[in-house]
């Protein structure tokens, strides 16, 4: 495993960790960490950014408006809320999902919550779009690193 991917999963295991922990602050349920992807994708994303890795946050979204935030590092997929569809995936998930996307998608099926509608650069302004979009107070990026 190459030094980034390596920065990579431990970061997406520490965040994944993280929402684990205080699921119950943002009205999350502990198996599925369902409303908590923003919060998740934007704190990968900054703790990456610390360690000189470049994320985008990636934003995708349904016609009925159902949302599910993710993060990318080139052509890595990073999702530690993918649990949330287990439903929808009908097969086991690990509790951080990092492949390359079509690898992803062969091994999960195609999926619209891996769909890429938007993208951010940065944490600040997925925060400013979930505002203007009125996305649930308690799903909304946190302004800085999750502690």
Known sequence: MSQINLKIAKT???VRNWCELNFSKYKSFPDTLNGMCAIASADIHRRLKKQGVHSKICVAETEDGFCHCYSMVDDLLIDVTASQFHMDIKRPLKRVLIGKYPDIVNKYG???FWETW???NDA???????????????QIALMSLAS
């Open 12 to 14: 997406a295991l520490t």
């Open 110 to 112: 195609r999926h619209w």
């Open 118 to 120: 938007l993208t951010f």
């Open 124 to 138: 600040n302004s997925l925060r400013i779009w979930q505002r203007k979009t009125n996305w649930p107070k308690s």
